[in-house]
């Protein structure tokens, strides 16, 4: 029980939530589509209100993530860019492993990972990067395995459990 207790308030700890890593990526994206962006065209980006982005932007600005000019037009900090970096570096390996290794649906794929990006270590990205590296290099050994763990079905009967499942199937909509 101490470890899921501990596992809880890392999750709380980690780096960025959800929501600030999409905050710090509409800037980044509104930087690269035109010129910096104001709070106004965050909010149209995000589909929020203006007050939201406020709040948001003071709290940013607070732990140097970015820097609003006189202009009114946001930037990320240095700070702030290496962190969008790690966010999309992660997503990217996230959504490379999803789609090439375990054969899920780009669309699905690339939602998936936007909802891990911010949440695991750079540990686990680092090794999962290793691992997609490992398997294209390896490419020719590999491709019949993951061929043959994509055509691999579980017969799973709702009620029953399995090696995975302590109660109910976790491949079946309850």
Not at 39 to 60: C, E, H, K, N, T
Not at 80 to 97: A, D, H, T, W
Not at 159 to 168: A, N, V
Request: net charge negative.
């Amino acid at each position: 029980m101490k470890d899921l207790q501990r596992v809880w308030k890392e999750f709380e700890a980690n780096e960025v939530s959800h929501s600030v890593a999409h905050y710090l990526l509409a800037i980044w994206d509104s930087t690269h589509d035109e010129q910096a962006p104001r709070a106004a065209d965050i909010a149209r980006r995000l589909d929020v209100s203006r007050a939201a982005v406020s709040l948001q932007l003071r709290a940013l600005k607070d732990n140097g993530l970015v820097d609003v000019g006189k202009d009114h037009r946001l930037r990320l900090s240095g700070e702030g860019r290496e962190l969008v970096n790690r966010i999309l570096s992660k997503r990217r390996i996230i959504q490379s492993f999803l789609v090439e290794i375990l054969g899920v649906d780009e669309d699905i794929a690339e939602a998936d990972a936007c909802k891990i990006e911010h949440l695991i270590s750079g540990e686990t990205g680092a090794s999962l990067a290793r691992f997609i590296s490992f398997a294209r290099y390896q490419e020719e050994r590999l491709a019949p395995l993951i061929q043959e763990f994509h055509r691999l079905t579980i017969d799973c009967t709702p009620g029953l459990s399995c090696e995975f499942c302590e109660r109910d199937c976790v491949l079946h909509e309850n």
